[in-house]
């Protein structure tokens, strides 16, 4: 065969591969992008790593615990001055919503109240964009919250708003998995990040608030262009250069789906890519669920974006990867298949792929039992030598095609106290070491 002819064949092969898997969801492809970094924030920033312990999970004494979701969030209500921005999947901040419910509800409950009261007495303008009506921001609603709920399958005929953010003065920011949930506080494990003081990564965060709003109208459409001023300059090419708690950092935000990305701005499957690729030692993921597929779509259809990098690199480069899934009741069953082929590539003879793969257990008592929907890890986070991710999605093709969601991605190799990244390297290993997390083989 001619080779034009060859090429044709493999230029058709590839597009029937790419049907085949789903056309890769990369807004663009690249290696290493080209670093600019001409944007530097003049700001002093605080970053706080901010985690939810379901009650009754204790470590050892000497393990790290970091500031926990309730407290940040009261922070957040602390500081607000004029206007507050809640991005949100659903609402149940009161016990009563839940069949069963235990005193542990009374932190959501104080939250729900603060954000009534700063709302009826006039103090904040607050504006919620949520994936569904719910009483709680009815009830917000009442005294004076403005409230949008884009419409997903209008929008996109899939998928669902599932960001977690609150945007506090386009000054203080929390990113991370926490619901509008009260068993987000007591109940579930998660993972975020408080960023105070930092107008930089506040506006930069608000204009992705305001692509909800905006969507959040009820004619909206998906526009051809978005609106210039919603534009960023900071992103995966082009950073944010800036200083925290004494320390220097890089750091962008990213944004899912890549419908919602409007210009400059990095797609959170990019980001996710971008981090793996950028690792030379290590790649510690804790994500909550894990599938190299598109679950929702009927038929499912495989997505191996992700699960390929991390093989690749691992192959390659030789760089160690540790993931840690969750364990829980309603864990959908194919996940341990995916996980565990992902995990035996540590049993080859000739080639060393340093991958693991262990699933984390939250250990309930016959009360927490009975708390429906709770008692699990949460969080989503990624951790390498070279960067800190956290990200409000779970890893499959979904979240990164139709579904709302937003991540926090912090540059920074080196090794000083205060440094975020490395926080997060302890807490993953306290995890990761933990009588809670057990080796994908073993279920
Ligand atoms: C679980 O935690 C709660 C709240 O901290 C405490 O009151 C209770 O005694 C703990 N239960 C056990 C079995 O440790
Ligand atoms: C999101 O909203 C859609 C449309 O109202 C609804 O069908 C779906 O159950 C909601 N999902 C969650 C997690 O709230
Ligand atoms: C962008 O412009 C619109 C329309 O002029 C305005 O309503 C909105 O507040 C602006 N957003 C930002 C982030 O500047
Ligand atoms: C990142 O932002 C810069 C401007 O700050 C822009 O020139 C560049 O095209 C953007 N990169 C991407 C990948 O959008
Ligand atoms: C992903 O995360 C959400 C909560 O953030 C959870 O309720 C959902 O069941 C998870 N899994 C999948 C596969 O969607
Ligand atoms: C930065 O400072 C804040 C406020 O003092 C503190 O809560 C936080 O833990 C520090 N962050 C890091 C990464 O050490
Ligand atoms: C509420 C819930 O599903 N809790 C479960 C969390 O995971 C542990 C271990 O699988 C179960 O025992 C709990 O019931």
Known sequence: MPSSGIKMLLTIMSMVFLVVTGEPQLIYKFDIPNLVKDFKCTETCKFTLVESMPENLTYPAFEPIMMSTYKAHKRILEKVKKTLYLSSCYWSLVGTDTDYHDYSSAEGEDILKHLYDLTKDGTISLKIAQNNTNKDTQMLESVGAEVRTPDFKRLLHYGILHTKMWVADNAHVYIGSANFDW?????????????????????????????????????????????????????????????????????????????????????????????????????????????????????????????????????????????????????????YAFLRSLDELHTTKFHKIDIHVKLFTVPADESQKKIPYSRVNHSKYMVTDQHAYIGTSNWSGDYFKYTGGVGFILKQSDGASSNLRQQLVQLFLRDWNSEYSKYVYRF
Request: glycine share 4%; charged share 20%.
């Open 183 to 335: 068993r987000s506080y007591t109940q579930t494990k998660e993972t975020g990040v408080l960023i105070e003081d930092c107008p930089c990564l506040g506006e930069d965060a608000a204009k992705i608030f305001e692509v909800y709003w905006y969507l959040g109208n009820p004619n909206s459409h998906i526009p051809q262009h978005w609106p210039a001023n919603l534009s960023t300059a900071i992103n995966v090419s082009n950073p944010a250069v800036l200083n925290y708690n004494d320390t220097n950092g890089e750091v962008y935000i990213s944004s899912s789906p890549p419908q919602f990305c409007t210009t400059g701005r990095t797609g959170d499957i990019d980001a996710i890519v971008n981090v793996i690729r950028s690792a030379k030692k290590f790649i510690y993921i804790s994500v909550m669920d894990y599938l190299p597929e598109i679950l929702y779509a009927e038929p499912r259809v495989y997505w191996p974006i992700i699960d390929q990098e991390l093989r690749n690199i691992a192959f390659n480069d030789g760089v160690q990867v540790y993931l840690l899934a969750s364990h829980w009741q309603h864990t959908i069953e194919d996940m």
